[in-house]
C-alpha cells in the first residue's frame, strides 16, 4: 500500500499558485519525498524531492514539515498544461525498491 | 533529462495472441526497471521489477508465466503479454533507474502503450 494521503482533486485557477498536500506520517527516516505528475496518457513525469529541507527547480517548490509528517508541492504559477495527476512517493534515495503509487491528486487549472 | 522509450505506443491485437512491448533507456543504463498497468482513472499498479541478467520479481497476483518479461541487456527491457485476453487491455508503462551516478535518485518513465484485445 502508499504510504501518503493526498486529496482525489483540486482546483487552481490559471496564472495562480497550486499547492498541493500530501501526508506521509509513518516516512522513515532515510525516506525521501518524491513528486511525479500524469499527463493523461502519458508516462509520469519527475518533478521534484527531498529529505527535510525545502527544495526549489524549475517546475515547483516541495515545502516539508519540520516533523517531515507531510509535504506541499507548489507550482507557482499554474498554466493550462499543468492539469494532471500529482503523485507524492516516499521512498529511499537511489533505492531500487519497489515504488507504489497511490491514487494522487487530480488538479484542475481553470482558465 | 534521460529518456526512456516505450514501444509501441499502442496495438490492438486479438484475443489468444501474445503482445511485445519493448522499453529502451536511450542515453543511460538500467540494471532496474519496473513495469506498471494502469486502468483508466486508477493510479499506477506495480506489476514487475525487472533486473539485468536475472530473472524478474513479480508482485502478488501478477501471472509471470502471463507476463514474461526479459531485460537482457542494460538499455533494453521487453513485457510479453501472453495469449492476451480482452482482461488484459489497459495502459501498459515501464520506467527505469539510472545505474550511473547522474539522475540515479530519480524515476523515468515511457510514454506508455495501450494495449487493447479484441
Known amino acids: 500500500d502508499a504510504k501518503t494521503t493526498q486529496p482525489p482533486s483540486m482546483d487552481c485557477a490559471e496564472g495562480r499558485a497550486a499547492n498541493l498536500p500530501c501526508n506521509h506520517s509513518?516516512?522513515?527516516?532515510?525516506?525521501?519525498v518524491y513528486w511525479y505528475r500524469q499527463i493523461h496518457s502519458q508516462g509520469p513525469q519527475y518533478i521534484i524531492h527531498?529529505?527535510?529541507n525545502n527544495e526549489t527547480n524549475e517546475m515547483a517548490s516541495l515545502i516539508i514539515t519540520e516533523d517531515r509528517k507531510s509535504s506541499t508541492l507548489i507550482l507557482p504559477h499554474a498554466t493550462l498544461r499543468d492539469t494532471a495527476v500529482y503523485y507524492c512517493?516516499?521512498?529511499?534515495?537511489?533505492?531500487?525498491?519497489?515504488?507504489?503509487f497511490g491514487p494522487g491528486t487530480s488538479l484542475s487549472v481553470i482558465p | 533529462g534521460a529518456v526512456v522509450s516505450q514501444h509501441p505506443s499502442r496495438v490492438i491485437c486479438k484475443s489468444g495472441t501474445s503482445v511485445k512491448i519493448e522499453c529502451r533507456s536511450l542515453?543511460?543504463?538500467?540494471?532496474?526497471m519496473f513495469w506498471y498497468r494502469q486502468f483508466p482513472k486508477q493510479s499506477l499498479m506495480l506489476m514487475a521489477t525487472?533486473?539485468?541478467?536475472?530473472?524478474?520479481?513479480?508482485e502478488q497476483g501478477v501471472e509471470k508465466d502471463k507476463f514474461l518479461i526479459n531485460h537482457a541487456s542494460l538499455t533494453l527491457s521487453t513485457l510479453t503479454v501472453t495469449s492476451a485476453h480482452p482482461e488484459d487491455s489497459s495502459f501498459y508503462i515501464c520506467?527505469?533507474?539510472?545505474?550511473?551516478?547522474?539522475?540515479?535518485?530519480?524515476?523515468?518513465f515511457g510514454s506508455g502503450t495501450q494495449l487493447s484485445v479484441l
Open positions: 509513518t516516512i522513515s527516516g532515510n525516506e525521501y
Open positions: 527531498g529529505l527535510k
Open positions: 525487472s533486473n539485468e541478467g536475472s530473472k524478474a520479481t513479480y
Open positions: 542515453d543511460f543504463q538500467a540494471t532496474t
Open positions: 520506467s527505469a533507474i539510472p545505474t550511473g551516478a547522474v539522475d540515479n535518485e530519480k524515476l523515468f
Open positions: 512517493i516516499v521512498s529511499a534515495e537511489t533505492s531500487y525498491d519497489k515504488v507504489i
